[in-house]
């Protein structure tokens, strides 16, 4: 349960390990957060996407049908979708908290973003994708670019509440009729000066992300 006055995706996100960037309390500050999932059934799959305020405001949800050629490209699929309805309604400073349960697409998010540090663009990891997403891809990407900074978390599937969305989007057709808002996070409350903990993103492997 999430705590008074803050995010349910917030609490998700502060809890989970975000793939080669350390993750300091300063990183838990995001303005918005953003949970997406994509699934695939040889009847048809989905897409689900949870946008939520760090104060706990929820700016959308979304529970969209789809016929994706595998798992795979609907991750890829429902993030695209997702930032994209972020885009509309978040102003270009905003601060991102992405959370996926998909673990190449958060470490290819994270990846990426690092790239933007380095002199050259060039990524410091290997990035793989999968080639049927290679433009939604390109849209992720871009939309990337266009906030002020980006985290990705990996959560786990029983976690995302974006799960229940794109696995039965007839079910949660209703969601798509909720009134659109644009809306601002409170001013986040002033904190004591902490030390960052170890990184978070290898916690199982022994080893030091960078950041």
Not at 102 to 131: C, E, F, K, M, Q
Not at 169 to 184: F, G, I, K, S
């Amino acid at each position: 349960m999430a705590a008074h006055g803050r995010s349910a995706l917030r609490d998700l996100f502060d809890e989970s390990p975000t793939p080669h960037i350390a993750h300091p309390p300063r990183t838990h500050h995001r303005d918005f957060y953003v949970a997406t999932d994509g699934s695939f059934r040889e009847a048809g799959g989905g897409l689900g996407a949870v946008i939520e305020t760090r104060d706990g405001t929820r700016v959308t949800r979304i529970a969209s049908p789809d016929t994706p050629p595998d798992n795979n490209v609907a991750e890829y699929r429902a993030l695209h979708l997702g930032l994209d309805v972020l885009a509309a309604r978040a102003p270009d400073d905003a601060r991102v908290g992405v959370l996926v349960d998909h673990d190449a697409l958060a470490s290819n998010v994270n990846t990426t973003v690092l790239a933007t540090s380095y002199p050259d663009g060039a990524s410091p990891r290997p990035v793989s994708i999968p080639s049927e997403t290679r433009y939604h891809w390109r849209g992720i990407q871009a939309r990337l670019n266009g906030f002020e900074e980006v985290r990705a978390a990996r959560i786990d599937s029983d976690d995302n509440p974006a799960h229940p969305l794109a696995n039965a989007p007839d079910q949660y057709r209703h969601v798509n009729r909720e009134p659109d808002r644009c809306v601002l996070p409170e001013s986040p409350e002033p904190t004591a000066t902490q030390f960052p903990p170890p990184s978070r993103a290898d916690r199982n492997g022994g080893g030091r992300a960078s950041d």
